[in-house]
């Protein structure tokens, strides 16, 4: 009986091109559906003629697999998942690897790495990026879960991958448990901001400088060949010039309301979890929830006042600034999602590679760019590097990129034009960058009303004190604690 190297579950977009692709490669493959008809319409379409088995059932999808067997899913995050997780263990044999490549969120990850295992199975979730394209020309893979899996997936993953200019494949081991996923969705998270940041660069173009679509065009093309060279600003410029059917650009016609999948605001929560402020990637989420609302939106600009949204000035200065203040704010973006990477390796024992994430983001990925190639060569010279800013080469991009993007960031709020996450982005650097907060104020207020206690800058770190501020109290503190 003929054998397959790899199973896989689910023929949506994503799952049909995956296996075209891993079939390309030179593996052979099994596919089923629990729709069974799309399993004939394949294999009678863009299947016929290549080395790609079909199933009518789990059982049959099982049996033409090799040992140790691989079966990948391909299904949406959730219930799906568990179901066919449940199905699939009493068929399987001690060894054989269930592969979750769906966008599943990192503690059901966790969850069910730990059931598959107690059954003596292993279990690999993997996070995939890189749209339909990617998938079936090479995506950027981040595999973790099970380790003893990693050497019998190993060659198909890295085969079926992107690859960076020197050929080292967009996949690697991430780490154990939820990694895989973790490391996705904060991909995620980075590329919701990186998308807003973009949007916000249009707006200020579009109503700020009155540019059309054509205008607007020329510009990102130009920053695609400079710092911000990367897949979302390359596409950008080629939104802006596409036409509609009567000549006039698409891009005017598309309704401001956007969608979102999760995994952003999953992220966000991670952050809030994890005790790391998120704050760009959290504005970009809130940014999405807030153009959904456009009917209420309508009505309110009808009622609210403000400025006229107009940026006085010379146009290539402003322009420049724009570049400066999107170039700056990216910095922070990532900085953010790696602070997010780190703190959660330290929680969940993870021992992320940093620079080799970089890698795996380098090519076939939404995000991209030749920027993750300094990130990597960042990690190269420290890999204990803390936060990305205190790196010397982004440390100058953002000294050099500095005085546009407080320009065009108090510009952008006297003429009234939203730039959430470009100013979140300037906050967080200068909070950053400051030795002294006012949060002595509020855990004086804290202690004040609630008796939470605070240090002094005249004591050890961890020795904390209480006062009876209103002389009714007593000496008694709350106990010490972070939520």
Known sequence: MRQSDIGLIGLAVMGENLAMNIERRGFTVSVYNRTVKKVEDFLNGRAKGKNILGAMSLEELVMQLKKPRKIMMMLKAGNPVDETIEKLIPLLEPGDIIIDGGNSHFPDTQRRCALVESRGLLYVGMGVSGGEEGALNGPSLMPGGSEKAWPHVKDIFQKISARLEDGTPCCDWVGSGGAGHFVKMVHNGIEYGDMELICEAYQLMRC??????????????????????SYLIEITGNILAYRDSD????????????????????????????GVPLTLITEAVAARSLSASKEERVYASGILTGPSPELAGDREQLLCDIRQALY??????????????????????????????ASMWGGGCII???????????YDRNPDLRNLMLDDYFKESISRAQDGWRRVCASAMMAGIPIPAMSAALSYYDGYRCSRLPANLLQAQRDYFGAHSYERTDAPRGA?????????????SASVYTA
């Not at 700020?208 to 060279?229: N, P």
């Not at 704010?329 to 994430?357: C, F, P």
């Not at 991209?368 to 960042?378: T, Y």
Request: with cysteine.
């Open 464 to 476: 904390f004190f209480h006062t009876n501020w209103t002389g009714k109290g007593n000496a008694t």
């Open 208 to 229: 700020g400088l009155h540019m059309t679509a054509d205008e607007m065009h020329t510009v990102f093309a130009e920053w695609d060949c400079a710092e911000l060279d």
């Open 368 to 378: 991209r760019s030749a920027f993750l190639g300094e990130i990597r060569r960042a």
């Open 247 to 274: 000549g006039t650009p698409l891009i005017d016609h598309i309704l401001d309301t956007a969608g979102q999948k999760g995994t952003g605001k999953w992220a966000a929560a991670a952050a809030l979890d994890e």
């Open 328 to 357: 700056a704010s990216k910095i922070v973006s990532y900085a953010q999602g790696y602070a997010l990477m780190r703190t959660a390796s330290d929680t969940y024992g993870w021992n992320l590679n940093y620079g080799e994430i």
